[in-house]
């Protein structure tokens, strides 16, 4: 079966052909991050604007390098949520578009599903139940992935998700957009143990995630040095933070590991690129003895390719919308999609 895949809940206008859920055919990613760089981060409505430039040649590229025709598809799929609503509403109204020219099903896929899905095609051998560790630009989840479709969350972000602290650390010390990827970059050689970040806990839940403390603490931390003239190296600051924020994210998944018995791990979202956090969840699964599964670094930002892989499990669980499908800026990774 092959999937038309359609992407556009941020700042990449992506479009993909996908075959029965693993096989990528063809994968185009538009990227935006030259036009936001210049303000330090994503603008909604300049989003919004680029992607309704991009898509139709994005989506033609994706059949083209494919080889393919609409003829050939058998089901278009497109993230409907979460995300920025204008930028959604860009990639959800192409596919009712093509869905209701062509005839052909429409799938309405949930980003952070779709992040996980990204492991299927990496892996061809992966299959639930798993314990998954989604870490993304706007989430940081914590899920047992029962089924492909069956998603329960265990673990939350109470407040900011690990890649908005890795941005906005970033973008204290100065380093351009995308700041996660400079700061992993700059803060290869830094000194881990120079700084000491607080260690954030949330009462009475041990799986749930806070990161606005730590992000105010590098904040201030640059501050309080500039105000007093004092020089920091960037590298040791990057190095500290990342270990905190790694820290954290190592401490709850091996607390939901055991807590419910799991012994395979998947990392799944933009940040499962950071290099620290691989490495130490490497380390982790081989002194516990679990199976780690992390997706291809190609896949850990946002593509259509995951889109069309989660897709081909929500056709096959009966996940059709009509033209009726709208983008929803925030929607809960457990909950199915409904009209
Ligand atoms: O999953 P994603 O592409 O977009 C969302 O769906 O949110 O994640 C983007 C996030 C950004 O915060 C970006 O800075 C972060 O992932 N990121 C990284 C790295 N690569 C991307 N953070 C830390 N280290 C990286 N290497």
């Known amino acids: ?43 909604p409505e300049i989003a919004s604007r680029l992607h309704t430039e991009n898509i139709s040649w994005v989506v033609e590229k994706a059949l ?45 896929v949930h980003h952070l599903r779709s992040h996980i899905a990204a492991n299927y095609i ?8 798993f314990m998954c560790l989604t870490v993304s630009g706007g989430n940081t989840l914590l899920c047992k992935v029962n089924n492909y479709t ?15 602290a890795m941005d906005k650390a970033a973008r204290t010390l100065g380093l351009p957009y995308p700041g996660g990827v400079n700061l992993d970059k700059i803060s290869k050689n830094g000194d881990n143990k120079k ?21 105010t603490s590098v904040i201030n931390l640059v501050h309080n040095a500039e105000q007093k003239g004092e020089e920091i190296n960037p590298a040791d600051v990057g190095a500290s933070f990342i270990n905190a924020v790694v820290d954290s994210l190592c401490e709850n998944t091996e ?8 012994k395979t791990l998947v990392l799944a979202g933009g940040v499962s690129a950071n290099s620290v956090l691989r490495s130490r969840m490497e380390a982790l699964a081989k002194e516990k003895g679990w199976t780690l599964y992390l997706p291809d670094l190609s896949l850990c930002g946002d593509n259509a390719a995951m889109v069309g892989a ?23 990774i457990s909950l199915a999609y409904e009209e």
């Open 64 to 108: 083209t390098d494919a080889g393919v025709t609409l003829d050939d598809i058998d089901a278009i799929a497109v993230t409907y949520a979460p995300g920025l609503i204008g930028a959604l509403l860009v990639g959800v109204n192409y596919a009712k578009g093509l869905s209701l020219a062509s005839g052909k099903p429409l799938v309405p």
């Open 255 to 262: 607390k939901a590991m055991a807590m419910y018995s799991e």
């Open 1 to 43: 079966m092959k999937i038309l895949s359609i992407e556009s809940s941020c700042d990449e206008t992506a479009a993909a052909v996908v075959k029965d859920g693993r096989e990528v055919l063809s994968n185009v990613v538009s990227t935006q991050i030259e036009k936001h760089k210049i303000f330090g981060g994503v603008v």
């Open 195 to 215: 700084y000491k970040f607080p260690k954030p806990r949330v009462d009475g839940s041990p799986l749930d995630f806070s990161f606005s403390g730590l992000k």
């Open 310 to 332: 989660q897709g081909f499990f929500e056709y096959k669980k009966g996940q059709i919308a009509t033209m009726a499908l709208n983008g929803k800026a925030t929607a809960d």
């Open 150 to 164: 069956d998603f329960e969350v265990v673990g939350r972000t109470r407040d900011d998700a690990a890649g908005e």
């Open 122 to 129: 990496t892996h061809k051998d992966l299959k639930p139940p």
